[in-house]
């Protein structure tokens, strides 16, 4: 059974870095054909999807994210991470990590629980 986990401050101050670290169980990240995922769901508006980084390790952001979002990952922890830098109070959301054979939001088949993140002073 696969279980992904989501760790970091509840709380980032606007224009730091927002930094989520997603740790998975029961799968390797290096699993072939698996993508994985961050997806945020801000208070009101539709689940956006931010980023994934796949089993080779190659990235795909968001157009809208791009210039602010790094991905990396960490085989030797089976975990990978989200940094948005410059974040705003616009960004505060429930952030999601998920898996799945795309990287997509449809085509994740497990999911985190989220976590919440507030950009406040």
């Known amino acids: 059974q696969v279980q992904l986990q989501e760790s970091g401050p509840g709380l980032v101050k606007p224009s730091d870095t927002l930094s989520l670290n997603c740790t998975v169980s029961?799968?390797?990240?290096?699993?072939?054909?698996?993508?994985w995922s961050w997806i945020r769901q801000a208070p009101g508006k539709e689940r956006e999807w931010i980023g994934a980084?796949?089993?080779?390790?190659?990235?795909y952001w968001s157009p809208a994210l791009k210039s602010r979002t790094t991905i990396p990952r960490h085989t030797n922890k089976n975990q990978y991470t989200l940094q948005l830098r410059l974040a705003t109070p616009e960004e505060t959301a429930v952030y999601y990590c998920?898996?799945?054979?795309?990287?997509?939001?449809?085509?994740?088949?497990?999911w985190g629980k989220g976590t919440l993140v507030t950009v406040s002073s």
């Open positions: 029961g799968k390797p990240i290096t699993a072939s054909a698996h993508y």
């Open positions: 998920a898996g799945g054979r795309g990287a997509t939001v449809e085509k994740m088949d497990c």
């Open positions: 980084v796949s089993y080779t390790g190659l990235v």
